[in-house]
């Protein structure tokens, strides 16, 4: 019964998903005169027409590599096309709203349709969400927000709307952090890095991390010197104050150190023929880290 309702459910919202369309008058960056006019977003993409019928665009999603709506009067799109006259740059469509804003449903739409990360923020339904207070640095000034993390992303609510994100853990490439008081998010479009006001608790990091990675969840640290305990292709060590786990594949594995001074996660190479596996891999990353120096 549970699993009738639970496909009834996706169903329904797959449907209502795929109804979903946004309608806006823009007014079309344009480098000689800007043009006006209407764009539609829906499942099958983007498409926009200027007033005097001159001018249709259609973009279908799949070739969107990049959608910006940070700005809540501004919608902005990069193509995979490459410009002729400039050939380290791609085709961007810039247009901006004549009247109203648009809203975190155009977003969230967007994130479940695209296939590259959108730039912009909408909520989570998560409820498990821890918020900490944080400074996003930029390469002059920075901004002040929230940033919270749950089971679901991040999001980082800033009090300059068009520095808030949500990235779903699928949309990030690395997480990682220099101290407890820092943290970094990196994706395909952008990195953020912030100056946490607040120690950054280490389930929170642990929670972030193996989200990204796709790790399993840490055991309690063992009693001994050195210990491990493998299953299948994954293995836990502890060594010098450290804990490691790996994770392998066919050609790679990952491995997440904790120590006092931060987390770190990483991948590393697989050579075929070496001796002892992931779990040496493990035992030898972390065995030849130097022993951590405590903080008074």
């Not at 919202?13 to 795929?18: C, F, L, P, Q, Y």
């Amino acid at each position: 019964m549970n699993q009738r309702v639970l496909v009834g459910v996706f169903i329904l919202a797959a449907t209502s998903h795929a109804d979903e369309v946004f309608r806006y008058r823009v007014e079309r960056d344009r480098l000689k005169r800007d043009q006006r006019g209407e764009l539609r977003i829906d499942a099958e993409g983007f498409t926009y027409r200027s007033g005097n019928g001159k001018t249709t665009l259609q973009i279908p999603l799949a070739d969107v590599l990049e959608a910006n709506v940070s700005d809540s009067r501004v919608i902005q799109i990069k193509t995979y096309d490459i410009l002729k006259r400039n050939l380290a740059r791609r085709r961007v469509y810039t247009f901006r709203l004549l009247e109203g804003e648009h809203d975190e449903e155009l977003t969230r739409f967007l994130a479940t349709s695209l296939r590259h990360p959108v730039i912009g923020s909408y909520g989570t339904p998560a409820v498990d969400a821890s918020s900490l207070s944080a400074y996003h640095r930029h390469r002059l000034g920075g901004c002040h927000g929230k940033l919270q993390i749950d089971s679901t992303g991040i999001r980082f609510a800033s009090d300059r709307p068009a520095e808030s994100r949500t990235w779903l853990y699928s949309e990030i490439e690395t997480v990682g952090s220099m101290n407890p008081f820092h943290f970094r998010i990196t994706t395909l479009a952008e990195t953020y890095n912030f100056d946490l006001k607040e120690k950054l608790p280490e389930q929170v990091h642990d929670l972030a991390t193996r989200s990204v990675y796709r790790l399993p969840r840490l055991p309690q640290p063992a009693s001994e010197p050195m210990a491990s305990a493998s299953s299948g292709s994954e293995s836990v060590l502890t060594a010098n104050g450290l804990r490691a786990v790996a994770r392998s594949s066919d050609s790679s594995a990952f491995i997440l150190l904790r120590c006092s001074g931060g987390h770190s996660a990483f991948s590393v190479e697989s050579r075929p023929g070496s001796a002892g596996g992931i779990g040496s891999t493990a035992r030898r990353t972390a065995s030849s880290l130097p022993q951590p120096v405590s903080r008074q």
